[in-house]
């Protein structure tokens, strides 16, 4: 009789549970399996898109932002920067320690570029983020959050690349490399390379110039900066 064929109410016969396996013996001297890590989780870091001078005077700055000061001094610098009314500070930070950086603020006096007769030119000053913090994507983020929101859309944004800033040794690049590095991560933000005779800029071919000229910014500025940006003499032909 086959199983479709079976009367009602028969029963099946009970299906054998397969044998129990015996856990297998250790080898005498082994060692217990090691107990797994609970992975550690790394501290989110906040990046403000505007930071207000109390809150950056609030934290504590790593010790690696030391490219441009000491730690101590460059906070201070940056809570200056956010005072000033055409300063901006954008920040990224961890359980109080800030980590990393961007600051905007007029053109330095001492450069060619602090001649601005429009006063509306505004200079990238630093992008900085802590050693142990590089590599992820914070200095991206940093820049995103400072045009995100549209305030330089009306202005001529520049950024000179100076060979004698960069974080050569840490980073493990030559000065041309690290200046491309540079490019492509402004590039990102919308800043493009702007030829120039500037001769702090031609000094070395590791230099640059770039600038993101906002899409609603008034032809009097972008005419501006581009008379300062060819305002020195001409070099001489093969010169950077």
């Known amino acids: 009789m086959t199983a479709d064929e079976a009367a009602p109410g028969a029963r099946e016969p009970a299906a ?3 044998a129990a396996r015996e856990p297998a013996a250790r080898e005498p001297g082994a060692r217990e399996p090691a107990a797994r890590e ?3 989780r790394e501290p989110a870091v906040h990046v ?35 005072a000033d009314p055409r300063g901006r ?3 990224a930070e961890t359980n109080g320690t800030l980590v990393g950086y ?14 601005d007769a429009t006063g509306q030119l505004v200079e990238l000053g630093a992008v900085e983020v802590a050693p142990g913090f590089r590599g992820q994507n914070i200095a991206n983020r940093l820049l995103a959050a400072s045009f995100a929101d549209g305030g330089y859309d009306d202005a001529v944004v520049f950024a000179t690349l100076y060979s004698w800033h960069y974080d050569l040794q840490r980073a493990g690049m030559s000065d041309l490399a690290y200046r491309r590095m540079l490019e492509r991560l402004y590039r990102g933000a919308g800043l493009e390379v702007f030829p120039t005779t500037d ?3 031609r000094s070395s071919a590791a230099n640059a110039l770039m600038a993101r000229i906002g ?12 008379r300062l940006r060819k305002a ?5 032909p093969g010169a950077w």
């Open 38 to 40: 609970p992975a550690v």
């Open 199 to 201: 001769e702090e800029v």
């Open 215 to 226: 899409p609603r910014a008034p032809a009097a500025v972008v005419a501006e900066f581009h």
């Open 102 to 115: 961007v600051a905007f603020h007029p053109p330095t006096e001492v450069e060619s570029w602090g001649a």
């Open 232 to 236: 020195q003499r001409e070099p001489p």
């Open 48 to 82: 403000t898109a505007r930071a207000a001078p109390a809150h950056l005077a609030a934290l504590t700055p790593h010790p690696g932002l030391d490219r441009f000061r000491p730690p101590a001094r460059q906070l201070a610098a940056l809570v200056d920067i956010a």
């Open 89 to 91: 500070v954008v920040v």
């Open 16 to 18: 054998r549970e397969p």
